[in-house]
């Protein structure tokens, strides 16, 4: 079984959520018997093929960008190619791109969609973009929600449903650096320990706005970690507020991250709008053992942290309520304990990569399936013989 990923990007040019989907994605269908490639764009010079974690990596440059909408002409070649020795192209939703190149590299093998976020910000695109992002839906085989709570709320997959399933996301521990004892003692040292954790790309959606105002009135520890196109306003709004017990690390390497997650108190993760689909932050959090503080936005976050159970929710954009959420968890040790050890067993019953892999290499094979089925009985309609009955 041979399977295309493609995405506008991927290691080693970026770490984000998506991209550690489809690196767990790619690691755990492996160990099945699955070839995985990864086509991507970069802005590097150098790309020659690139093998990783047992899949290949295949980049093209990226040529231009609109509205975020990365783009490549050479795309379209390395597309088409790779589709060809191919069993089955799986896209990663949303890139406009993605779906125009689906169309002009003519591709014809079963394919699945992994629905990993409406289009929120893009209001004025979005409505030049709608016709063609629904001819695209429309042709693929299969769409995948990471979550029941994404599937009931996304007023696009509703048109999809008779197409669409749920294969929430997965991670795989074996895949994340153990903790070094250097690295706990430099944090420790840093920042205390007992702290709040933020891990992320410093975005619009991800709400840390909020947070650094919920953060007035706490004299907790608070880290972020992470940069991003934010990064310097909020770090201008902490200044104004005064913050001196916030910390921004900027980005930091995985053992780093190994080490902050392991000592941290909590994870914070106040995302206040749907751009925020899932939060595999929360996933790593919970893998880890922390209680978790998300708010309600009606995506994948609240189907991983359950409010009163793994962690607490709260309203979006409500730092008074974040705030009240910060201060019950600092202050209730065994409350802490309990929620961190519920957030394990659920990541244990839920969400591990290898459930992930299962399910996702049970519909690649119905995918193939379903297509030689079809095109069996298309040869005998051409050959003028009745079907079988």
Known sequence: MRVLHFYKTYYPDSVGGIEQVIRQLCVGTTRLGVSNTVLSLSRQKNLAPISFDGHTIERVPQNFEIASNACSWQALGAL????????????????????????????????????????????????????????????????????????????????????????????????????????????????????????????????????LEAACGLDCPIVIVGTGPEEQALKEQAARLGLKHVLFTGPVDEQDKAALLALSHALVFPSHLRSEAFGISLLEAAMHGKPMISCEIGTGTTYVNRDGETGLVTAPSDPGALRGAMRRLWEDQELARRMGARAEQRYNELFTSEQMALDYADLYRELVARRATADAGEHVRLAGVPPAR
């Not at 069993?87 to 791109?97: E, G, I, L, R, T």
């Open 80 to 211: 088409a190619r790779l589709a060809r020795e191919a069993d089955v192209v799986h896209y990663h939703f949303p890139w406009p791109f993605m779906d125009l190149a689906h169309f002009m590299a003519r591709v014809d093998k079963p394919t699945v969609v992994s629905y990993h976020s409406d289009i929120v910000r893009q209001k004025h695109w979005l409505r030049l973009y709608q016709p063609l992002k629904h001819r695209f839906l429309s042709s693929v085989d299969a769409i995948v929600a990471a979550s029941p709570n994404y599937l009931a709320s996304s007023p696009v997959l509703a048109r999809y449903r008779d197409k669409t399933r749920v294969i929430t996301y997965g991670l795989d521990k074996s895949t994340y650096p153990g903790v070094e004892p250097c690295r706990l003692a430099h944090w420790r040292a840093r920042v205390g320990p007992k702290f709040f954790l933020f891990v992320g790309v410093l975005r619009y959606y991800k709400g840390l706005h909020i947070l």
